[in-house]
């Protein structure tokens, strides 16, 4: 029996400038100070070189990347660019690139099959529309991207899923904690149907959508809850230490085959 580590990322959209990189500071020292504790930052593409050079004991990730290796795709960037910036991750799927750029699951699973494919650990979200939501679908919707969004070719070691309820993120509103806790549940079943028991358990599912120093303790005690995928509380580090902190006090949770990522 292995454990699953708990698992901190910072989302920093498109927020910032390159003084902003000034805040991974007392992030990066967080870190050294919870070992028990894996930390994610994933700053605006132009910065993921200069972060990585800066700190190269912090995991640093892309915000997206393109599904195909190279090709005339102006504006786009290939996770093989990314892993030579010093990117280790990349979040693929997020719910404001689904909405605003049209992805669809075949999409995101095209792209976390091309991080993989470059070395990187791919972090596939998932999420439910409020409408789905209040119309009782949460389940059937956040299922169906499980299966269409996340590789069969899907490792512990390789790929990471965040759910993230849409109509939370930015919001201030959360899901009950038991509601948390049973979409978490229904997420590591449906994820050991598609992968098999071995590899379902061993991914880690992280909890996203208003996640801040206040509530991140109470997240982060629920069962199948690996993690926080944090939006606007990663921008500075006087919020986003204490959720590291509030991680490595939880501890790990049981898995049946795991390495971390």
Known sequence: MTMRRK???GNWKMFGDHKRLAELDPVAAAARAC???????????????????????????????????EGPHTGCVSAAMLRDCGASHVIVGHSERRAAQGETDAIVRAKSKAAIAAGLVALVCIGETEAEHMAGEADSIV???????????????????????????????????????????????????KLGDAIGTGIRILYGGSVQPQNAGSL????????????????????????????AATGAAPSANMRAA
């Open 7 to 9: 698992l901190v990322a």
């Open 35 to 69: 070992p028990s504790v894996d930390v994610l930052v994933c700053p605006p593409a132009p910065f993921i070189e200069r972060a990585a050079r800066a700190h190269p004991n912090l995991a640093i990730g892309g915000q997206d990347c393109h599904e195909t290796a």
């Open 143 to 193: 299922a169906g991207q499980v299966f269409g969004s996340v590789t069969k070719y899907a490792q512990p070691e390789t790929v990471i899923v965040a759910y993230e309820p849409i109509w939370a993120i930015g919001t201030g509103r959360t899901p009950t904690m038991i509601e948390i806790a049973q979409m978490h549940a229904m997420i590591r079943e449906a994820l050991c149907r």
């Open 220 to 247: 982060l005690a629920i069962d199948n809850v690996d993690g926080v995928l944090v939006g606007r509380a990663s921008l500075t580090a006087d919020d986003f230490v204490p959720i590291i902190k509030a991680a």
